[in-house]
Protein backbone atom coordinates (compact mmCIF):
# COMPACT_ATOMS: atom_id res chain seq x y z
CA UNK A 1 0.00 0.00 0.00
CA UNK A 2 3.23 2.57 0.61
CA UNK A 3 4.67 1.73 -2.09
CA UNK A 4 1.08 2.76 -4.61
CA UNK A 5 0.96 5.84 -2.68
CA UNK A 6 4.63 6.71 -3.88
CA UNK A 7 3.86 5.30 -7.32
CA UNK A 8 0.88 7.87 -7.57
CA UNK A 9 3.04 10.59 -6.11
CA UNK A 10 5.82 10.10 -8.73
CA UNK A 11 3.18 10.93 -11.51
CA UNK A 12 3.04 14.50 -10.02
CA UNK A 13 6.91 14.86 -10.52
CA UNK A 14 8.74 16.45 -13.56
CA UNK A 15 11.67 16.65 -15.48
CA UNK A 16 14.03 19.48 -13.73
CA UNK A 17 11.97 20.36 -10.49
CA UNK A 18 13.53 19.96 -7.63
CA UNK A 19 11.65 18.21 -5.00
CA UNK A 20 11.51 18.10 -1.03
CA UNK A 21 12.09 14.15 0.19
CA UNK A 22 10.82 13.15 3.43
CA UNK A 23 11.59 10.91 5.92
CA UNK A 24 10.12 7.61 7.08
CA UNK A 25 9.24 4.24 5.40
CA UNK A 26 6.76 5.18 2.82
CA UNK A 27 9.20 7.79 1.54
CA UNK A 28 11.46 5.92 1.48
CA UNK A 29 9.64 3.86 -1.26
CA UNK A 30 9.24 7.45 -2.71
CA UNK A 31 13.23 7.90 -2.88
CA UNK A 32 13.89 4.43 -3.79
CA UNK A 33 10.76 4.22 -7.07
CA UNK A 34 12.38 8.54 -7.63
CA UNK A 35 15.98 6.96 -8.21
CA UNK A 36 14.94 4.55 -10.52
CA UNK A 37 13.36 7.42 -12.82
CA UNK A 38 16.77 9.23 -12.22
CA UNK A 39 18.29 6.11 -13.86
CA UNK A 40 16.21 6.20 -16.73
CA UNK A 41 17.17 9.73 -17.73
CA UNK A 42 14.98 11.90 -15.21
CA UNK A 43 16.71 15.17 -13.79
CA UNK A 44 15.81 16.38 -10.86
CA UNK A 45 17.71 17.83 -7.80
CA UNK A 46 16.32 17.15 -3.96
CA UNK A 47 16.42 18.47 -0.25
CA UNK A 48 16.56 15.69 2.36
CA UNK A 49 14.61 16.19 5.43
CA UNK A 50 17.33 14.12 7.44
CA UNK A 51 20.70 12.06 7.50
CA UNK A 52 19.16 8.98 6.99
CA UNK A 53 17.10 10.19 3.76
CA UNK A 54 20.23 11.81 2.64
CA UNK A 55 22.09 8.46 2.51
CA UNK A 56 19.06 6.54 1.02
CA UNK A 57 18.74 9.48 -1.88
CA UNK A 58 22.51 9.15 -2.55
CA UNK A 59 22.83 5.62 -2.76
CA UNK A 60 19.67 6.03 -5.15
CA UNK A 61 21.49 8.35 -7.10
CA UNK A 62 19.07 11.21 -6.91
CA UNK A 63 21.39 14.56 -6.88
CA UNK A 64 21.06 16.45 -3.92
CA UNK A 65 21.38 20.13 -3.00
CA UNK A 66 22.43 22.84 -0.35
CA UNK A 67 18.99 25.13 -0.10
CA UNK A 68 19.86 28.67 -0.14
CA UNK A 69 17.88 31.89 0.30
CA UNK A 70 17.08 31.23 -4.17
CA UNK A 71 16.01 27.90 -3.77
CA UNK A 72 12.80 26.69 -4.87
CA UNK A 73 10.76 23.51 -3.93
CA UNK A 74 8.07 22.69 -6.58
CA UNK A 75 7.21 19.26 -4.63
CA UNK A 76 7.78 17.91 -1.25
CA UNK A 77 6.34 14.27 -0.89
CA UNK A 78 6.54 12.92 2.32
CA UNK A 79 4.67 10.40 4.42
CA UNK A 80 2.28 10.47 7.84
CA UNK A 81 1.52 9.08 11.04
CA UNK A 82 -1.87 10.24 11.34
CA UNK A 83 -4.53 11.95 8.63
CA UNK A 84 -7.56 13.00 9.20
CA UNK A 85 -10.62 13.95 7.25
CA UNK A 86 -9.38 17.65 6.76
CA UNK A 87 -6.01 16.67 5.54
CA UNK A 88 -4.49 17.67 8.80
CA UNK A 89 -1.42 15.76 10.12
CA UNK A 90 0.67 14.64 12.56
CA UNK A 91 4.17 13.91 12.03
CA UNK A 92 7.38 12.85 13.53
CA UNK A 93 7.30 9.39 14.48
CA UNK A 94 10.73 9.17 12.76
CA UNK A 95 11.60 12.25 14.78
CA UNK A 96 12.62 14.48 11.68
CA UNK A 97 9.47 16.65 12.32
CA UNK A 98 11.90 19.85 12.13
CA UNK A 99 13.43 19.47 9.43
CA UNK A 100 10.14 17.97 7.80
CA UNK A 101 8.56 21.12 8.59
CA UNK A 102 10.39 23.53 6.74
CA UNK A 103 10.87 21.60 3.80
CA UNK A 104 6.92 21.48 3.74
CA UNK A 105 5.89 25.24 4.30
CA UNK A 106 7.88 26.55 1.68
CA UNK A 107 7.22 24.06 -0.88
CA UNK A 108 5.04 24.93 -3.81
CA UNK A 109 3.17 22.01 -3.10
CA UNK A 110 3.21 19.30 -0.13
CA UNK A 111 2.11 15.79 -0.71
CA UNK A 112 1.43 13.51 1.47
CA UNK A 113 1.50 9.62 0.83
CA UNK A 114 0.31 6.99 3.64
CA UNK A 115 -1.30 3.57 3.54
CA UNK A 116 -5.03 3.17 4.37
CA UNK A 117 -4.21 2.62 8.18
CA UNK A 118 -3.33 6.12 9.11
CA UNK A 119 -6.72 7.39 7.90
CA UNK A 120 -8.34 8.59 11.30
CA UNK A 121 -11.50 10.47 12.53
CA UNK A 122 -9.58 12.84 14.76
CA UNK A 123 -5.86 12.89 15.37
CA UNK A 124 -4.46 12.10 19.04
CA UNK A 125 -4.10 8.24 19.03
CA UNK A 126 -0.67 8.03 17.89
CA UNK A 127 1.70 10.18 20.01
CA UNK A 128 2.52 13.99 19.62
CA UNK A 129 6.18 14.74 18.92
CA UNK A 130 7.28 17.87 20.02
CA UNK A 131 10.78 19.05 19.40
CA UNK A 132 12.37 20.64 22.25
CA UNK A 133 15.93 22.23 23.14
CA UNK A 134 18.14 20.28 25.49
CA UNK A 135 18.79 23.16 28.10
CA UNK A 136 16.41 22.59 31.37
CA UNK A 137 14.74 20.34 29.28
CA UNK A 138 12.93 19.06 32.17
CA UNK A 139 11.22 22.72 32.89
CA UNK A 140 10.06 23.01 29.27
CA UNK A 141 8.49 18.81 29.54
CA UNK A 142 6.74 19.87 32.48
CA UNK A 143 5.24 23.33 31.24
CA UNK A 144 4.04 21.03 27.98
CA UNK A 145 1.97 18.70 30.60
CA UNK A 146 0.82 21.78 31.87
CA UNK A 147 0.06 23.22 28.42
CA UNK A 148 -1.65 19.42 27.36
CA UNK A 149 -3.82 19.70 30.60
CA UNK A 150 -5.02 23.21 30.51
CA UNK A 151 -6.24 21.55 26.70
CA UNK A 152 -8.17 19.15 29.04
CA UNK A 153 -5.84 16.30 27.51
CA UNK A 154 -4.16 13.99 29.51
CA UNK A 155 -0.33 15.36 31.09
CA UNK A 156 0.74 11.98 29.50
CA UNK A 157 3.97 12.55 28.09
CA UNK A 158 7.77 10.88 27.38
CA UNK A 159 11.28 11.59 26.51
CA UNK A 160 11.89 10.05 23.48
CA UNK A 161 14.57 7.39 24.02
CA UNK A 162 16.75 5.15 21.73
CA UNK A 163 16.62 1.03 22.11
CA UNK A 164 19.74 0.88 23.78
CA UNK A 165 18.26 3.30 26.68
CA UNK A 166 19.73 6.80 25.36
CA UNK A 167 18.06 9.84 25.08
CA UNK A 168 16.83 10.31 21.14
CA UNK A 169 18.59 13.24 19.72
CA UNK A 170 17.23 14.51 16.19
CA UNK A 171 19.74 15.23 13.11
CA UNK A 172 19.22 19.07 14.88
CA UNK A 173 20.49 18.40 18.43
CA UNK A 174 17.16 18.61 20.14
CA UNK A 175 14.84 15.93 22.04
CA UNK A 176 11.97 14.69 21.40
CA UNK A 177 8.77 14.41 23.76
CA UNK A 178 5.71 12.30 23.05
CA UNK A 179 2.39 13.13 24.41
CA UNK A 180 -0.11 10.65 24.55
CA UNK A 181 -2.64 13.10 23.77
CA UNK A 182 -5.21 10.26 22.73
CA UNK A 183 -8.25 13.06 21.13
CA UNK A 184 -6.88 16.40 19.74
CA UNK A 185 -10.64 18.10 19.85
CA UNK A 186 -8.62 21.46 18.57
CA UNK A 187 -5.48 21.08 16.93
CA UNK A 188 -4.61 24.58 16.07
CA UNK A 189 -5.41 25.86 19.88
CA UNK A 190 -2.86 23.34 20.95
CA UNK A 191 -0.64 24.10 18.57
CA UNK A 192 -0.39 27.36 19.20
CA UNK A 193 -0.44 26.69 23.05
CA UNK A 194 2.73 24.81 22.52
CA UNK A 195 4.77 26.96 20.51
CA UNK A 196 4.26 29.58 22.76
CA UNK A 197 6.79 27.74 25.70
CA UNK A 198 10.05 28.68 25.47
CA UNK A 199 12.08 25.66 24.88
CA UNK A 200 10.00 24.10 22.16
CA UNK A 201 11.23 24.13 18.77
CA UNK A 202 8.45 22.76 16.73
CA UNK A 203 5.37 20.24 16.96
CA UNK A 204 4.24 17.23 14.76
CA UNK A 205 1.29 18.74 13.81
CA UNK A 206 0.80 19.63 10.00
CA UNK A 207 -2.12 21.58 9.93
CA UNK A 208 -3.67 23.34 6.87
CA UNK A 209 -0.30 22.14 4.85
CA UNK A 210 -0.84 19.14 2.78
CA UNK A 211 -2.21 20.08 -0.78
CA UNK A 212 -3.51 16.24 -1.01
CA UNK A 213 -2.53 12.99 0.60
CA UNK A 214 -2.68 10.14 -1.69
CA UNK A 215 -3.73 6.99 0.69
CA UNK A 216 -2.11 3.27 -0.46
CA UNK A 217 -5.39 0.94 -0.42
CA UNK A 218 -5.48 -2.67 -1.58
CA UNK A 219 -7.02 -2.31 -4.50
CA UNK A 220 -5.05 0.42 -5.55
CA UNK A 221 -5.05 4.91 -4.31
CA UNK A 222 -7.13 6.85 -2.78
CA UNK A 223 -6.78 10.79 -3.30
CA UNK A 224 -8.04 13.74 -0.46
CA UNK A 225 -8.06 16.67 -1.25
CA UNK A 226 -8.22 18.98 1.65
CA UNK A 227 -10.90 22.05 1.35
CA UNK A 228 -9.86 25.49 0.54
CA UNK A 229 -9.42 26.99 3.95
Excluded: W
Excluded at 45 to 68: C, F, M, W, Y
Excluded at 97 to 103: C, F, G, H, S, T
Excluded at 153 to 175: E, Q
Excluded at 183 to 197: M, T, Y
Aim: net charge negative.
Amino acid sequence: MKRRAAAEAMTLVADGMTLGLGTGSTAAHFIDLLGEAVRNGLSVKGVPTSEDTSRRAEAAGVELIEPDETTVIDLAVDGADEVDARGDLIKGGGGALLREKIVAAVAKRFVVIADASKKVAELGAFPLPVEIDRFAYGLTARRIREALVAQGLPGDIALRHRPDGAAFVTDGGNLVVDCRARRIHEPALLDGALKSIPGVVETGLFLRMAERVIFGTADGVEVLRPPAR
